[in-house]
Structures are given as C-alpha cells and as structure tokens.
C-alpha cells in the first residue's frame, strides 16, 4: 500500500474543464405553410388528448403527424383564440380575443356556446373549473364570470377584484380562484351565492404588483411570475409568500411550467427559458441557440413528460425531459459513481473525474486520478473505490488527504477491475482474473488498514476467471456475470452455476440486477435478456418486444422499471405488466455506443448512463402519466354521416357501413405508432396497421364491439384498449314476432301442402329432365339440314362447271359426312379430331374456291375439347357471308389468342348482295355451349376483321353440363 498527500497528487496531475450543464434534446416540429407566418400565442393539452395550439386564425389540433385549423362558422368572424380549457366533464372551451366561447364536439367541429346573458365583450384570457364545479371565465376589461350550469355571473370590481384586467386564472385545492391583474393577485370564492374575495400585493410581500403567469405546482403551492421583479412561490394554504428569487435581471416573465415539485421552467420575452431547481436553489439556462436571446410565448409539459416551447418566430419545439444530456467535454465514460453527497464521479480512459456545480449552472469536471478508470464503488465509510485497467484499485477518502493503492503484490487475483460491489465490511471485485474478496476491520483509509483478501478462480469452483459483473441483491446474495460459465453465485464460501441448456442458455453474462420482486435479471451478448425467478428462467429478445438483444447495462429504477442500455437507445420494461417502451433519436438517443456497466443512481432516483459520446441522465422520478400511446377514437360514421358516438349505439339494418377515425397519441415518437384493432363479432382475429381508419361494409344485423389500442412497438399488450359497443337491428322479417306470425300462417296450410308436395316435386323434375333433353337434342340435330344445304350448293355447282372435279368432291364429301355420323351424337370432340375434319373440310373447299380461301391452322393449339362441327360451321358461315374472288381472297385464321378459347378469324369483305341470314347458326353454337359451360362464346366485328371466340370445354363437361 501506498499513502500520499492527495494535494500532491492534484498538483501533478489535476485538471479541470467547464461545460454546460445537462441539457435536454430539443426536436423542431415544422409548422405547416398556412401557420408559419401567422402568430401562435399558446399550447394546451389535457391529460391523454390531443395538443392544441392558440393561433391567430383559429384552432389547431396537432395529433403528432398533421395540423388541423378549425375556424367559426361566420367568415367575418375573430378567430383569434386566446385559451383553451378542457372541463372536468372533459368537454373543451375555445375562448377568443372578441369574448366568443365555443366548445369543441365529438363531430370535431365548433359550436358556439350562448348563454342567455350573451358573451363578454373582452378576450377571454382563462377558464377554471371550482371544486363546486362552477366554470370560471377571466377577461381583460370585465374581470370574471361564472356560470353555474344555468346562469353566467359578472364577478368585478364592484365585488372586490383588484383589477379589470386579468392575465391568468388558476385554481387552488380548495376550490378558490386566483386571478393574476396589474394591482396583485385576488383569491376569488363563493360563499354560498356571496362573492368573496381576498387580495395579495405589496403589502403582503409581493414585489410586484403585475402578475402575468400563475402556475399550481402541489395542492398547497402556487408559481408566480411577475412583470418586472421575477418570480416566486406562494402558500396557497396560508395565503403568503414562501420563497422569491432574489436579484432578477432576465426580463418580463412570460411563462412558467412545472416539471416536478422541485424544478421550475421560466419562460421570458427577451432571454429565452431558465430552469430553476428549488432544492439547491440552483437557476440555469437552456443554452439552445434555437432559444438564446427568444421571446417565449408559452411552456407547456405534456403527460408524456415532453416541455413543449412556443417562441417569438412560431418556433414549435419540445423536449423529452426524461432523458437529459452532458455532452462535448466528457466522453468514453467507463464507470460512474453518485456519493453520499450527490456528488458525480466519472471513470474514463483519461482518468477519474469528479463533477461540481458552478453558479451559472455549467458543469465543472476536475481529474482526481489519472488512471483509465473501470469501475466506481462507494463503502460504508464514504470512501472511494477506483478500479483500473492494469494499475490495481485505488481507495481514497475525497475529504481527506490520503489514499491506498491495491496491486497483484497486496493480494489482488489480478490488477483490471471491471466490476466492485459490497455490503457493510466486504466487497467484491470483478477482474480479468478471478474474484477477490476483501473484508475490513475499520476504515480501509486509515493507516495501517487492516484488510483480509480472499480470491477465487477457477480452480476454486468459479468456473472462469474472467468476470464482468458482481452484483449483492437485496438478499445479500453475491452473483457474478462470466465470460464463458453462464452466472455464478456465491453462497457460504461455495459457487452454484447457471449456465448451460437445462439452466442458463448462454455462457457470456454482461450485467446483473433486481427488480422489485426480487427476481434476478441477467443480460448477454446477442442473446437478450433472462429472467431468475429462483425457480426456472425465462427468456426475453426480439421475438417478445426487445429492440436489440445486445444489452450493455441493465438497472431497476425507482418505478421497478428495467432500463436496458443498449447500442439503438434506451428501453423501459415494466417487468409486472411485460410492458416495453423505446426511447432512441426522437429524444436524443440514437447510437449512442454505450460503455459495459456503465451507469449508476443518484439519491433521487435518477440513472446517469455513461457512452462513448457523454453522459445521458434518465430522471425515472419524473411525473409521468403517459407512459404508452394512448388511443383516441375521434370519429364514427355511419353512412358517411358522423354521429355522436357517446350517446348513438343502434342502427337499424339498412345503416350498416361503419367507418372509425382514430389516432394513437405519442408525442415523444408519433412515427413508431402502430395501431391494433378488431370487430368482435365480424372480424376473426386482430388487424395490426399504421393506417387512422377502419372501415366496415355491409355488416349484417348482430351485437358488435371495436376493440382499439396503440402501441410504439409490436407488444399491444398491456396497452388499454378503447371499445365502443353497437347494434345493428335485424329487418322486421326477422325479428321475433314476424318468425311467430309466418309459422302460424305455416300452420294453416301445412296439411293441404304435405298432401300436394311430393306429386308436384315429382312432376317438375320430370318437366325439367324433359325440357334439358328436348333443349340440348334440338340443338344437336339444327347443324345437320344447315351443313347438309351448303354443301350441296357447292356440288351442283361444281357438278355443272367440272364433272371430274364433282366425282372427287363427291368422295371426300362421302368420307366427312361419314365422320359427321360417326361424332353427330358425341357431345364434345377432341380439339384435335375437329380440326382433322376441318382439314378434310378445307380439301373440300379447296375445290371450288382455289387459292381464293385460305384457311389457316396455328400449329400450336392447345389441347381440350368443343362441341362436334363447330369448328367447321363458322368457316361455313364466314365463306356464306363474305366475298370470295381472285381480287379479294378470304383469309380464315384458327388460332389461340387467350388462355381457354380457340379464336376463329376472317377479314371483312361483305357481298353486294347479302344472303339472307337467319342468324341460326351462330345463335345455336351459342346456345350448345351455355348449356356445356359458363364461359360464353364472344363475337367482335369491326370494320375489318369478325372474330369468334369459342370456349375450350373439359371432358366431364358432357357429363355435369357445367
């Protein structure tokens, strides 16, 4: 061991450096173009709606991925909104610079809202509701209103108001009003119906008078911002004043914001926002230069946990305030270290550091040893432990002047210490090469110390020397994550292994912790995460929701939240409910190249994780209500016709078309919004989708329920679900009275139809097989006398012109009339015998018309099945209508020109004198074939070209006729 002046060793190897303090991450969302020039004054939102903005022009509603502007109905109105206020019956008011109320309907239009006593005629500038219920309107020029269900009261002052002109209107625990106006604060209340009123000023310690903003922050304190003299706090129990911030010199105070009972955002009209923290009475800038030297308009903290900035230049920006950032200064952060003091160390590669405060509220970094720095640990003496790469382990008291170097030669199993953790008089180190014990008998900075080393390996049952983490759970329990044996743990001097198959499936182990159950959590490369319930282990990676199975650290925080660090972000599991959330670019965090256990607490609950690039500090402690997309059903129609969804749940059958409007609220990343969604009683299963609508058709009469949840990632469960329950009533022929009336008329007339059904049954089956077999035998026999009648035209004719030729014609004729009564009776023919007998038929032909007829057969037909003689009547009917000669030959095509029908084509060239057609033909083939199948026979004539195209048939089709 070693003992020096800890002076001397500042002097040789301090150094200190300022940065900013952690800041947020700001994220700019672009106005559209028909708002970007025109002023927007303010932003509202209610627990789990939407946001709104206050515009010049009207109502914005921003649901994360669009603006909607909503104007009054009267073109010459002043849409100039100056509040906006959601009651305790959740109904939304629109106040507007002219005195115009409105509210905001579930049709998501504006109504306006008329008392029978009128509207103000001065901008309404607040809206309270008291714990009786009342609903407060403020004004600048009438003072206030209230309206009591039935009746709006003018509260002025002639009742004791301080002023006319009222600023800001909040609402105490006890249901009292205040009013911030240009002569104080007024404290407003009824008394059964008698006005009350109670006065802060100058005389009760107010420094000035003119209160622009009023902020509540618990049920007994109230913010307040002034003018000219800053801002304060205020007992709203006792009526006074409990802290002012001295020395102010930053300006008007336009805004104030609450983030947590101890901190504080101040917006102003010429220095851009100030954070105040009231338990260190620490005030600090945000130093974005988006927000420098801006005029804030307004602040506002969403139930998600972002801050919302309006500024001078209708610059909409917001901030996760969950997560906060120390970056430029301090990077490649090791290990980290909150003391008793809430004093932060840091372990880097350049050495240890320790972090102070200074008065502006930058941070300031001072080496303490120049060492590359693993791992951090505090004792119960307040002494620090420093774990090294290669130099051993330093032990130093901060207030004091001395410290102890520990090495290989004091009794250390190896000088690289990844990981130190311990409970009262014994720790434990995690190195390169096995486990020490060290066990104190007083404090270990003293001198001499009295130390007790014990090592173990892996001939002493440790199962690899290697080790990344150890880790004592809340049962003083010691575990350690290894490089190659799983996790071991140690119990009364003996290891006990999880690693392998049956027990652990991995063999590399990065961190260890506890949730709030008392279950151990482990992490491994690439492996995801597990669970140790002390029984059996389970397993959680990509397939259950976790974004990335490469988890660097892994802490619990204050909520029983798992916070897994890994390379993508930062994810929350709430291991009771199985519930992820990811937080990654959207909030600042994207690639952030996290260090191995590098992260520790603070005394209030927030984690500070250290990466390649800085530090990044999660306030786990922070109120927050929305911890996941809260789905918002915003629309039904019915018909196309919205309707009232709260109050309209039955639909008579003929108004059976449903369409769903919806958004999923998440303002911290709207673009991961997926959305699950099911008709109970229609749909089978669930429809995942990024789509805001849901439509149904045609729904038949029934009981229905739509089931709707959002989520950021593939998990939907436990996300809450919003349903909306409908019915769709059955026509009157089906309801049960109209089953009652048609079975007692059934009653009646059953004898006389039992007695007659089965003869008429019987009778017109035989009327249908008749009428099918008369139908399908007259089409057979109508080709017969048509073929026969051509053909012997063409023999006389032939027999008076050439003789010798009529002889031949006469035996090929005999030979295809032959095949003719051979396939007159068969239903269908194989294509490849029709188009034999065409061939036969086109010799024939050939005959009498020469060269003049060309017939023309594609050598590529498919194989199937038509009707006998088709074939060969349409080339009959083509020669019979069209001219054949030398000088305008008639060309006849065979071919396939689409899948399943063979295309008979001729060029068209019409007779001067027409025959008469009786069009039988061609209505017969027609007719055979809608007997045979369901695909039609086509006919296209343009002015050039007659196309028939006759359907291929199948085998069975003889047999089944369809």
Not at 793 to 810: D, G, K, M, Q, S
């Amino acid at each position: 061991m070693r003992s020096v002046k800890y002076g001397i060793l500042f002097l040789l190897f301090g150094l200190t450096f300022s940065i900013n303090a952690q800041q947020p991450f700001f994220r700019d969302h672009e106005l559209p173009e028909e708002l970007s020039h025109i002023p927007v004054k303010s932003i509202y939102q209610s627990d789990g709606y939407f946001l709104w903005l206050a515009s010049e022009n009207g109502l914005v509603l921003y649901d994360g991925h669009q603006y909607e502007l909503l104007t009054r109905s009267d073109s010459l109105a002043d849409n100039r909104v100056s509040s906006i206020f959601r009651d305790r019956d959740s109904i939304l008011w629109i106040g507007y610079q002219d005195g115009g109320i409105f509210q905001y309907d579930v049709f998501n239009h504006l109504k306006a809202w008329q008392p029978e006593e009128g509207w103000p005629s001065a901008a309404i500038t607040g809206f309270v509701n008291d714990r009786a219920g009342n609903l407060w309107l403020a004004t600048y020029g009438e003072g206030l209103y209230y309206w009591n269900g039935k009746r709006l009261y003018n509260f002025g002052t002639d009742d004791g108001l301080a002023g006319a002109d009222i600023y800001t209107l909040q609402a105490d625990a006890d249901g009292r009003v205040w009013a911030g106006t240009d002569d104080g604060i007024s404290i407003c209340w009824l008394d059964g119906n008698v006005k009350k009123v109670k006065h802060i000023d100058r005389s009760h310690g107010l420094p000035d008078e003119i209160v622009r903003v009023l902020e509540p922050v618990d049920e007994d304190k109230m913010w307040v911002g002034t003018y000219d003299r800053g801002f304060g706090l205020m007992s709203t129990d006792q009526d006074r004043i409990e802290f002012w911030m001295p020395e102010w010199d930053h300006g008007v105070i336009s805004s104030l914001e609450v983030v947590s009972a101890d901190e504080l955002w101040i917006g102003t009209e010429k220095s851009g926002i100030w954070r105040y923290r009231l338990s260190d009475s620490l005030l600090s800038k945000i130093t974005d230069a988006r927000l420098n030297m801006s005029r804030i308009s307004d602040l506002h903290r969403d139930a998600e946990g972002n801050m919302w900035i309006l500024s001078n230049t209708n610059q909409l920006l917001s901030a996760n305030l969950l997560f906060e950032f120390i970056q430029h200064g301090i990077s490649n952060v090791q290990a980290m270290l909150m003391d008793d003091y809430n004093r932060l160390w840091v372990g880097t590669q350049q050495g240890l550091f320790l972090r102070d405060h200074l008065p502006s509220g930058a941070d300031s970094f001072h080496l303490q040893l120049p060492v590359n720095c693993l791992s951090l640990y505090q004792d119960n003496y307040g002494n620090i432990w420093a774990g090294t790469f290669g130099e051993g382990l330093y032990i130093f008291k901060p207030d004091q002047e001395k410290y102890h170097l520990l090495t290989e030669s004091n009794g250390l199993t190896n000088g690289s210490i990844f990981s130190i953790d311990g409970i009262r008089d014994r720790i434990w180190l995690a190195t390169l090469g096995g486990v020490t014990e060290i066990a104190f008998r007083n404090d270990p900075v003293l001198s001499p110390p009295k130390l007790e080393f014990r090592n173990y390996s892996h001939e002493d049952g440790l199962g690899t020397n290697f080790i990344y983490k150890v880790f004592v759970d809340s049962k003083e329990q010691v575990w350690f994550a290894t490089d190659g044996e799983g996790v071991s743990r140690l119990s009364s001097g003996r290891f006990e292994h999880l690693a392998g198959q049956d027990s652990l499936p991995v063999r590399s182990v990065y961190t260890i912790t506890e949730d709030a159950r008392g279950n151990i959590w482990f992490s491994s490369p690439k492996e995801g995460i597990f669970l140790y319930d002390g029984r059996q282990i389970q397993k959680f990676e990509l397939s259950k929701g976790l974004r990335n199975n490469d988890i660097a650290g892994m802490a619990t925080d204050r909520k029983g939240k798992l916070v897994l660090i890994h390379p993508d972000g930062i994810d929350l599991l709430d291991p009771a409910a199985g519930q992820l959330i990811y937080y990654d670019k959207e909030v600042g965090i994207g690639e952030i190249e996290p260090n191995l256990n590098a992260f520790c607490e603070d005394t209030e609950g927030n984690i500070w994780i250290g990466t390649q690039q800085g530090i990044i500090r999660y306030s786990s402690t922070l109120p927050v209500k929305q911890i996941q997309p809260q789905a918002q059903l915003r629309g039904i129609s019915v018909d196309l016709q919205a309707i009232d969804f709260n109050k309209e749940h039955i639909f008579p059958h003929h108004r059976n078309n449903l369409i769903f409007d919806y958004s999923g609220l998440w303002y911290s990343d709207p673009e991961s919004v997926r959305y699950r969604y099911k008709l109970e009683g229609f749909n089978p299963d669930w429809i995942i989708s990024r789509d805001q609508r849901a439509v149904y058709s045609q729904l038949p009469p029934g009981d229905y329920t739509f089931c709707l949840s959002a989520s950021d990632n593939d998990l939907f469960f436990p996300e809450p679900q919003i349903m909306y329950r409908f019915t769709i009533t059955p026509p009157f022929w089906r309801t049960p009275w109209f089953a009652i009336l048609i079975t007692a008329i059934m009653l009646v007339g059953i004898y006389l139809i039992m007695r007659q059904r089965e003869k008429r049954l019987e009778k017109q089956a035989m009327m249908r097989r008749e009428k099918l077999v008369h139908q399908f035998e007259l089409l057979k026999s109508q080709i017969n006398p048509h073929f026969l009648f051509n053909n012997f035209n063409t023999l006389i004719t032939l027999i008076e012109e050439n003789p010798p030729a009529a002889v031949t014609y006469v035996e090929r004729l005999s030979d295809f009339y032959r095949s003719i009564l051979q396939y007159r009776q068969s239903p269908v023919i194989a294509l490849e015998e029709e188009l034999d007998l065409l061939r036969n038929y086109a010799s024939i032909l050939k005959e009498r018309f020469a060269d003049n007829l060309q017939i023309r057969i594609c050598d590529r037909l498919q194989s199937g099945y038509i009707i006998p003689l088709t074939l060969q009547l349409l080339v009959e009917n083509a020669i019979k209508h069209n001219t054949v000669s030398r000088n305008n030959p008639l060309t006849i095509s065979i071919s396939e020109a689409e899948e399943g029908y063979i295309v008979v084509q001729n060029n068209l060239q019409k007779k001067w004198r027409a025959e008469a057609s009786t069009g039988f033909g061609l209505e017969s083939i027609s007719k055979r074939y809608a007997i045979l199948t369901d695909k039609k026979v086509k006919m296209e004539k343009d002015n050039t070209r007659f196309t028939v195209s006759i359907p291929m048939l199948n085998m069975d089709a003889s047999i089944n006729g369809r």
